[in-house]
């Protein structure tokens, strides 16, 4: 079993800049990959981006591209999404996940899910 807990969520001004953790206990990260999504009401749950921990490849959703940064910390078993330029549609719940699935954009390919932590960019 893997938990998860998210944390780093906030008010931030349109512009501004957060870093979500996610931070892992119960098996080392190492086998698995690490994926962002968010979600707001009504909507179904997104991707934002993931890494794969072994060989540390990133992916990113169109829509964070060129904002966003996904990376590790090997030691604290962690992984951050740095989120910059933020803007009102980035105001969501933002859940980290983790799995072994080669799909790294479905939720159905991860297994284990933090509670969420809320971003909300205020304009």
């Known amino acids: 079993q893997v938990q998860l807990v998210e944390s780093g969520g906030g008010l931030v001004q349109a512009g501004g800049s957060l870093r979500l953790s996610c931070a892992a206990s119960?098996?080392?990260?190492?086998?698995?990959?690490v994926g962002w999504f968010r979600q707001t009401p009504g909507k179904e749950r997104e991707f934002v981006a993931a890494?794969?921990?072994?060989?540390?490849?990133?992916f990113y959703a169109d829509s964070v591209k060129g904002r966003c940064t996904i990376s590790r910390d090997n030691a604290k078993n962690t992984v951050y999404l740095q989120l910059s330029s933020l803007k009102s549609e980035d105001t969501a719940v933002y859940y980290c996940?983790?799995?072994?699935?080669?799909?790294?954009?479905?939720?159905?390919?991860?297994?284990?899910w933090g509670q969420g932590t809320q971003v909300t960019v205020s304009s």
């Open positions: 996940a983790a799995g072994r699935g080669l799909v790294y954009y479905s939720r159905n390919d991860y297994d284990y």
């Open positions: 119960g098996r080392t990260l190492s086998s698995y990959a």
């Open positions: 890494l794969r921990w072994s060989g540390g490849r990133t």
